[in-house]
């Protein structure tokens, strides 16, 4: 008898503690949830507020007096459709290339009939570690001719060491088996590559787009360095001017009316994040179904 009623206050203590646990649990997530969404939401409203509302402080979650001038102001900005193609061009262009680069030395490195793949598999990782430093590397850039080059921000990029460290673990995942049977059958090693090897990484290769594309989309350092033309400015070192320096450039150089020149500047800042965010937001759910499956390669072994 005791010892049934000792069973039963032990489950139901059990029982109470993995309940306490879980809602820990999900309040921690909630927590989390709005310290990451509600500053966001808060940009957004902000943007499509009055600009009296937000001079007054009115704004706190939701928006105050829907009003889409400011964001009609930024819009018919010239500047920023240009850096927006720019930008659009660099982020293609770049993780087109870098997934194909980042593949090919991958793919070698992976294979133990390589005779090379212990050196180069040093020097990979010695890379991650030590470098020229920024001074070299802009003394080669410039010699090379790429300074102000639409290039300069595609080529010095082109692999991430990294990158291809994971790549290279998901090539090591393949069955031996399937690369020699295809030898057997006659097929080189580029058609392994392409026909067998990356297809069977596709969730791999997916992260890694998402990985360089929002790599190559942020990248304003490389501009601020390289890039003196403003027509070959990206989104990111426009953006980086507006909040920085003066946001009046845009309310200066538009076609607006006094009420909009008025306006908080602060709410055009808003407005020009807003722009640049929506389209990597746009992008992410392509890829979010290999996000979890690529991001856990190598986490659970045997």
């Known amino acids: 008898m005791n010892s049934v009623k000792f069973k039963k206050r032990r489950e139901f203590h059990g029982s109470f503690g993995d309940k306490a646990f879980d809602a820990l ?22 943007s499509i507020s009055s600009g009296q509302a937000v001079n007054q402080g009115r704004v706190v979650l939701l928006p105050v007096d829907l009003n889409f001038e400011a964001l009609k102001t930024v819009l018919e900005y010239k500047q920023l459709w240009i850096s927006y193609g720019n930008t659009f061009f660099y982020t293609v262009v770049g993780t087109i290339f870098n997934v194909i680069f980042t593949c090919l030395a991958a793919y070698p490195l992976s294979r133990k009939s390589f005779c090379l793949r212990k050196q180069m598999n ?28 639409r290039l300069v921000m595609i080529v010095p990029v082109l692999i991430s060491a990294y990158n291809v460290m994971i790549c290279r673990s998901a090539f090591e995942s393949i069955s031996e088996s399937l690369f020699e049977e295809a030898a057997i059958e006659g097929a080189n090693d580029f058609y392994i590559l392409t026909r067998i090897a990356v297809p069977l990484i596709k969730p791999t290769l997916a992260v890694l787009t998402l990985y360089y594309a929002v790599a190559r989309y942020n990248d304003f350092f490389s501009a601020m360095l390289y890039i003196s033309d403003s027509s070959k400015e990206p989104l990111q070192v426009f953006l980086r001017r507006i909040l920085l320096q003066a ?16 306006q908080s500047t602060i709410q055009v800042r808003y407005v020009c994040i807003v722009v640049s965010v929506v389209p990597i937001m746009l992008v992410v759910p392509l890829v979010q179904k290999y996000l979890v499956q690529g991001t856990m390669l190598g986490a659970v072994k045997g």
């Open 25 to 46: 649990i999900w309040l921690f997530l909630a927590v989390a949830v709005i310290v990451c969404v509600y500053p966001f939401i808060y940009v957004l409203s902000v």
């Open 247 to 262: 946001s009046m450039e845009i309310t200066q150089t538009t076609n607006i009316n006094m009420g909009a020149l008025a």
């Open 122 to 149: 040093f020097l990979l990782a010695f890379t991650m570690y030590f470098s020229g430093g920024l001074i070299p590397v802009y003394i080669v850039i410039t010699k090379l001719g790429l300074y102000d080059s």
